[in-house]
């Protein structure tokens, strides 16, 4: 074989080993591709008592999952999520604008799924669900950008997730508010009459007792002094009898 040929060849094997070498440090020097998802069977608009699953990959490896904050979208209230399942001793919080599951840390590098129910989901294409992911380190993972249709859920970049809904079925209609709904929406009851006439203060009953009559000190006043003078009438009439006597 002429030199110039093996030469050649060589070249080709070390531009060809060059470009794997690469390709290899390209795939494994970035962080893993960790997001959340959320996901239901039942994904369809005005759908009611609806379970979604959320799940969170974890993408720290000194810090397990601890937390997760859902910010939910128009038409779901917080008062309308119950909890579902998810890891042992977690609890669920309602928030003004969502809802927090949280509990002791996840073992490192282990992702998470917990489910809620949904009262009723709203008559929309789609629901975005912002979602904050805390470490037990302090990290915060926040998913919450949007993509070109409000968010595509697979992990580009930080987006949210998206739960995509059918169309309503035939007849279905919204809900009434939730009890509880009703009643942070609802104005504080109005004060009964009762309620709203004060009652009279000391003064003012004593002044009511004057007014309807004379109280049983005057009276018992008025009888002495009556007393009084008859005694002292009755006593002159006496003396002046012995004088003409």
């Known amino acids: ?33 960790a997001h959340v998802e959320v996901e239901s069977a039942d994904a369809q608009a005005l759908a009611q008592n609806v379970e979604l699953t959320f799940s969170a990959e974890s993408e720290s490896g000194t810090a397990g999952i601890s937390e997760l904050r859902v910010i939910l979208p128009e038409g779901i209230e917080p008062a309308d999520v119950t909890y579902g399942e998810g890891p042992e001793g977690w609890k669920l ?4 604008d969502g809802f927090t599951v949280k509990g002791t840390a996840a073992k490192v590098g282990e992702d998470v799924e ?3 129910v949904v009262r009723q989901l709203p008559d929309a294409k789609e629901l975005v669900f912002k979602t904050l992911q805390t470490y037990s380190d302090g990290k915060v993972d926040r998913w919450i950008e949007l993509g070109e249709s409000g968010g ?3 992990g580009h970049g930080n987006t949210a997730p998206v739960l995509k809904l059918r169309a309503a ?21 109005t004060p009964s009459a009762e309620q709203t006439s004060p009652s009279a203060s ?7 007792d004057d007014d309807s009559g004379l109280s049983a000190g005057a009276w018992t006043g ?3 002094g009556v007393i009084l003078v008859a005694g002292g ?3 002159l009439v006496r003396r002046q009898g012995r004088a003409q006597e």
Do not use: C, Q, W
């Open 1 to 33: 074989m002429p030199r110039t040929t093996r030469r050649h060849g060589g070249i080709r094997r070390a531009v060809l080993a060059a470009a794997v070498a690469a390709t290899a440090v390209l795939f494994t020097a970035g962080p893993a591709a």
């Open 93 to 96: 919080t309602a928030n003004k």
């Open 114 to 116: 917990l489910s809620v």
């Open 152 to 154: 595509d859920g697979h």
């Open 169 to 189: 079925a035939p007849g279905a209609e919204p809900l009434s508010p939730s009890p509880s709904e009703a009643e942070s929406e609802s104005a504080s009851p």
């Open 202 to 208: 000391p003064a003012a009953e004593a002044t009511a």
């Open 222 to 224: 008025i009888a002495a």
């Open 233 to 235: 009438a009755f006593y």
